[in-house]
């Protein structure tokens, strides 16, 4: 149970590299479709600003793991502070899913319509 817990964190939901492939294509739709200004820079910094919620996760999905490893080694840990740990990795994981959320939105207000259609027309 544990070992598919852990495999669960680490391949069936907490693996954010997919994700960073979208960013980076994203970057180059923007780059290419709004031409170089405010506009531009601020739809830019969104995406930045994505990318650092996407490493605050990672880091703290490393941090998690190390957590529940120890928890897991530790004879006396009961199954009340293991679950705890749980707890906090769900609390983490819908905050980070929440703010990519919300600024998936600050995007879309960055953008025109045509300009969202433009460059999200190959999803």
């Known amino acids: 149970m544990v070992i598919a817990l852990i495999t669960l964190l680490f391949l069936g939901g907490g693996s ?55 928890e897991i080694a530790d004879h006396e840990a009961t199954v009340y502070d293991v679950d705890a740990l749980w707890e906090a990795y769900h609390r983490s994981r819908s905050a980070y899913n929440h703010r990519l959320v919300a600024l998936r939105f600050e995007l879309k207000a960055q953008l025109t319509r045509e300009q969202w259609q433009a460059v999200f027309a190959a999803e």
């Open 16 to 70: 954010l590299s997919g994700f960073l492939a979208d960013v980076d294509a994203l970057r180059d739709q923007i780059k290419q479709e709004l031409p170089r200004g405010p506009e531009r820079s601020a739809a830019l910094d969104v995406l930045d600003r994505m990318e650092d919620a996407q490493e605050e996760r990672s880091e703290s999905l490393e941090g998690t793991a190390g957590l529940l490893h120890d």
